[in-house]
């Protein structure tokens, strides 16, 4: 029985039984057409293909559908390959756990918020929030980000997440960063020139990689800029190579420019500011 | 710069009975006891914080801790507390911190509550000879039950109901991370729940992974700003999640665990480098709003395979009502209401003094406003900050929580004296601190059994109330303001708390 009003996500959400003619099996690739589907519906068919014994999932006529992903949680670990055609709605891929997950278009806010293990590719722009307090894995971003991307991202030990943005972000990028590595690419800048502003504020650990103009009063106080090292290459090599390979770009025009690199000038930005 | 703070304590020691055995010297760790070059015992005084380790350790009985009666001009105004807190500021620029939950003297409305008792006309109920259910089930509750009838005595709930967490006893221990506190702190914690049939709550520093296959199912993990080793193994492992938004203790700031005790294991847990500041942000960043709360509650509903309770855990503020509310529009099972007297393990004292409003006036106000809106049954209410006795969880019940969280009161059963030290890492007992010499002093096992003790205790005295009320199980208790009558209360507080004076 459906409770009226109250609860946006859960009223009239069909049972799976109901949703079978959304989905076309082809060994071990479904096909979900997720045009009038709700959140849950979504979700619910996602895990139910997975558990099904499919191992990458196509979705059409997505319509803002959220957390695409983040239901395929499954104990054993299985990895599985979605493709997405259409726009995900917000929290794509939240709390990801290994799969793959690549958008033929724009995300919305808070694509792979707290993120565990795995890759999330966008051929578009991604929203706010992008890749908050993620922890493992990697998100690749063709375009821009809106605000606040990379915020408290963190990393322990091996487990370090990246991130990379063809455009730039807007303000607040890696703001409280705890570690991990964000790299921004600038591609198709205006004047060559960032516009973000306090990046990096609170940032006390990680490393973000500026590719474009950057004035000092555009980061924040507790960052600050270090020469790039050989080993600073290897790491772009790797991920812009990356990056070069899923969008097309040329990975030596791409790192035939100066980079800025900004890492935290302390591990305790805090700590001096209290009376014991 | 030399200190112009007064001392806080005389530490004297009864040279007759004093026996030189050194205790004293291994027990405190904020270095009060030395010996000098003879081998007698000396005693820096200025550093003594009243933890009263010492004086219970010592085999002799030969140590007296108390006041400092030196003190400034008496002056009601200029208080020593204000005297003392400017001269520290004054030598060292920084924010006052402090532990524990606010110790100034507002005024306690438990205090002014008093329960009612049968007499004649309903009989009491004798606890100890008839079944009293003190059994809560936490979570939301459908609007209503389809039962379906099959036969003379099969009846079957059509209604698909919802994850709840079910309680053998009101009360739970609220969030405190390891971290916050030690490993062995909470391992008593994790095991006295699971012993007792209650939930602990791991608080924001992650769950270590061996006590997960034990513990989880008597777990409620945590989900906060720092979300510090929140991956869907750690989400899934537990019997409910809870969003912590804000703590009664610090509403509307966030956290910091000082590097110096992200230790090895602790940098484990928290999955973050040893040695880094855990820096919780005072708000999350994906919520800016009661639609940012829902999706972030949705979220955590996906990743759980809506297979668990969430809750949201908030500060008791001023317009707690309302954002009760539409927290749970937002989706919450289980609101977490936590009271300005509630403890922390570091806190600006200015804000632990001055920010956030009773618990008890908090319930009341979110029982009254989500029971007139309709959706009472849609979240289950926890009430903590600052519950002292078993007749504290009875009148939170009976204003209108489901349940109560204790922190305060169970750290005080392991040994906790409130000596609001908790900030410096160096606690004796073991509690509050990340120092292997000093977390080795308790021990887990006792440690539960004292908390189980406690549990126990409470709940018995819990059933003897009800009983008086001839009431048989504390879910009747639930939001009952008729059991409760105010007493030395002005009408605006009767009103408020939705209860009646005495003698009406």
């Known amino acids: ?238 991920h812009v190579g990356d990056f070069s390979k899923y969008f097309g770009y040329n990975l030596d025009d791409l790192l035939s420019e100066k980079f800025t690199k900004l890492i935290p000038v302390s591990k305790r930005p805090y700590g001096r500011i209290y009376a014991y | 710069m030399k200190s112009y703070l007064l001392h806080d304590f005389i530490v004297e020691r009864n040279k007759e009975r004093c026996i030189n055995c050194g205790a004293c010297i291994n027990q405190c760790s904020f270095g009060v006891f030395s010996k000098d070059e003879k081998g007698d015992i000396k005693i820096d005084e200025r550093k003594c914080v009243g933890c009263l380790r010492c004086v219970i350790f010592c085999p002799a009985n030969a140590l007296v801790v108390r006041h400092n009666p030196t003190t400034y001009r008496s002056n009601p105004y200029w208080t020593r507390e204000f005297i003392q807190d400017i001269k520290k500021q004054a030598e060292t620029g920084g924010v006052v911190l402090t532990g524990c939950g606010s110790d100034k003297p507002y005024k306690i409305y438990f205090d002014h509550l008093l329960l009612n008792a049968s007499q004649v006309t309903n009989p009491s109920i004798d606890p100890l000879r008839e079944p009293m259910e003190l059994r809560v089930f936490l979570g939301k509750k459908p609007d209503y039950l389809e039962i379906e009838f099959n036969g003379a005595d099969e009846v079957e ?184 007297r509630g403890g922390t393990g570091a806190s600006p004292k200015i804000i632990r003094d001055h920010v956030g409003i009773p618990i008890e006036v908090a319930i009341a106000a979110v029982d009254r406003r989500l029971r007139k809106e309709k959706i009472r049954n849609k979240c289950s209410i926890i009430a903590s900050g600052g519950i002292r006795c078993s007749a504290d969880v009875i009148k939170a019940i009976a204003l209108g929580a489901d349940a109560v969280y204790i922190g305060t009161a169970a750290l005080i059963a392991m040994g906790c004296t409130m000596c609001q030290k908790c900030h410096t890492g160096k606690c004796n007992w073991g509690i509050c601190t990340q120092d292997p010499n000093l977390v080795k002093r308790l021990n887990p096992n006792e440690a539960a059994k004292r908390l189980i003790n406690l549990l126990r205790g409470w709940s018995l005295e819990i059933k003897e109330m009800l009983g008086g009320m001839g009431i048989n199980a504390i879910e009747s208790l639930k939001g009952n303001r008729d059991q409760l009558r105010g007493f030395g209360l002005e009408d605006w507080e009767l009103e408020v708390l939705g209860v009646k004076g005495a003698g009406e």
């Open chain 2, 157 to 340: 709930i059509k209604t698909e109901l919802y994850p709840n967490l079910v309680a053998e006893t009101p009360i739970l221990f609220a969030g405190m991370s390891y971290g916050a506190i030690s490993y062995n702190a909470f391992k008593a914690l994790a095991m006295a729940a699971s012993e007792f049939g209650t939930y602990f709550n791991t608080g924001e520093g992650g769950f270590p992974k061996e006590l997960r296959e034990k513990y989880g199912k008597n777990a409620i993990v945590q989900c906060a700003s720092g979300r510090f080793g929140v991956d869907p193994e750690y989400l899934n492992c537990a019997a409910a999640v809870e969003i912590k938004i804000g703590q009664g203790a610090k509403p509307g700031i966030g956290g910091h665990l000082p590097g110096e005790k992200v230790t090895d294991k602790i940098s484990a847990t928290r999955m973050i480098p040893e040695g880094t500041d855990a820096l919780s942000p005072a708000p999350q960043h994906d919520i800016y709003s009661i639609e940012d709360l829902s999706t972030l509650i949705y979220a955590l509903k996906e990743a759980t395979n809506y297979e668990k309770p969430i809750a949201v855990k908030i500060a008791a503020v001023h317009n707690v009502a309302a954002i009760a509310s539409g927290i749970v529009r937002a989706g919450a099972d289980i609101v977490v209401i936590d009271g300005f």
């Open chain 1, 1 to 238: 029985m459906i409770e009226k009003g109250i609860d946006s996500y859960l009223s009239g959400v069909r049972r799976l039984n109901v949703l079978m003619e959304y989905v076309k099996f082809n060994q071990n690739v479904a096909e979900i057409n997720a045009s009038d589907l709700r959140h849950k519906e979504l979700n619910d068919l996602m895990r139910f293909c997975a558990m099904k014994g499919a191992r990458k999932i196509i979705l059409r006529n997505v319509y803002g559908q959220r957390y695409i992903g983040t239901r395929l949680y499954f104990p054993k670990n299985i990895k599985l390959e979605i493709e997405i055609y259409g726009t995900p709605g917000n929290d794509l891929g939240a709390f990801l756990n290994g799969h793959r997950i690549v958008v033929h278009g724009n995300a919305q806010d808070g694509i792979g918020n707290t993120m565990n293990d795995g890759e999330i590719i966008v051929k578009g722009r991604g929203g706010d929030v992008v890749a908050m307090a993620m922890r493992g894995g990697r998100i690749f971003i063709r375009d821009s980000v809106g605000y606040r991307a990379a915020i408290h991202m963190k990393e322990y030990m091996d487990k370090i997440p990246v991130l990379v943005i063809g455009g730039t972000s807007q303000d607040f990028l890696g703001e409280y960063m705890a570690g991990g590595i964000v790299i921004v690419l600038g591609i198709g800048l205006k004047n060559g020139k960032h516009k973000a502003h306090y990046i990096g504020t609170g940032m006390h650990g990680g490393i973000i990689y500026l590719r474009g103009k950057i004035e000092k009063y555009q980061l924040g106080k507790e960052v600050g800029i270090v020469e790039m090292e050989k080993k600073d290459w290897e790491i772009l090599e790797r």
